[in-house]
T-cell receptor
Framework: DTAVSQTPKYLVTQMGNDKSIKCEQNLGHDTMYWYKQDSKKFLKIMFSYNNKELIINETVPNRFSPKSPDKAHLNLHINSLELGDSAVYFC???????????????FGPGTRLTVL | GQNIDQPTEMTATEGAIVQINCTYQ??????LFWYQQHAGEAPTFLSY??LDGLEEKGRFSSFLSRSKGYSYLLLKELQMKDSASYLC??????????WGAGTKLIIKP
């Protein structure tokens, strides 16, 4: 009964390749997120998305693009991978953004991406 | 700019009490979250404060003072399994979650 799931858990690839990470939530939440956590363990928001709005962190390179086929899925596609993209990527979801307890975010297990 | 400060690392003894502080400066405030993250795992929700005061939940308590832009997470009767990073995050006026860098808590026997 995994609430937020991601695949793959580990991804090792060469520089210049294109890869995707999938995320699914079965919580019925309205909003989904992608985070990048680097070697210094700082959690950095990349995107937040609900059926109304995509909010992009302006520091995220346009090689990164979120794709949402439906409310329960938010996949992350990365073009032309670079060494600096190596990190752990977390997907998360929350019920809404009403400034209440329902803004609690539930995280997937993470995808450890290594670019060689 | 928006800023959340918490100590980088703390050490405590099994069975003791530890307080992890968090100060914030954000554009608006719609609540403060504490998350726990064990090494190699995802962050998990611990607490949410939006009103001033102390919220107690078992061995963990979280305190908020909005006027001071300050919160703390209090862990009692420390166990070895409490060794983890503790992340403070604030929901700003746009309902965006602003994250601190986390406090790595090391528990010694």
């Amino acid at each position: 009964d995994t609430a937020v799931s991601q695949t793959p858990k580990y991804l090792v690839t060469q520089m210049g390749n294109d890869k995707s990470i999938k995320c699914e939530q079965n919580l019925g939440h309205d909003t989904m997120y992608w985070y990048k956590q680097d070697s210094k363990k700082f959690l950095k928001i990349m995107f937040s998305y609900n059926n109304k709005e995509l909010i992009i962190n302006e520091t995220v390179p346009n090689r990164f693009s979120p794709k949402s086929p439906d409310k329960a899925h938010l996949n992350l596609h990365i073009n032309s991978l670079e060494l600096g993209d190596s990190a752990v990527y977390f997907c998360a979801s929350s019920q809404n953004t009403g400034g209440t307890h329902t803004d609690t975010q539930y995280f997937g297990p993470g995808t450890r991406l290594t670019v060689l | 700019g928006q800023n959340i400060d918490q100590p980088t690392e703390m050490t405590a003894t099994e069975g003791a009490i530890v307080q992890i502080n968090c100060t914030y400066q954000t554009s608006g405030f719609n609540g403060l979250f504490w998350y726990q993250q064990h090494a190699g795992e995802a962050p998990t929700f611990l607490s949410y404060n939006v009103l001033d005061g102390l919220e107690e939940k078992g061995r963990f308590s979280s305190f908020l003072s909005r006027s001071k832009g300050y919160s703390y997470l209090l862990l009692k009767e420390l166990q070895m399994k409490d060794s983890a990073s503790y992340l403070c995050a604030v929901l700003d006026s746009n309902y965006q979650l602003i994250w601190g860098a986390g406090t790595k808590l090391i528990i010694k026997p």
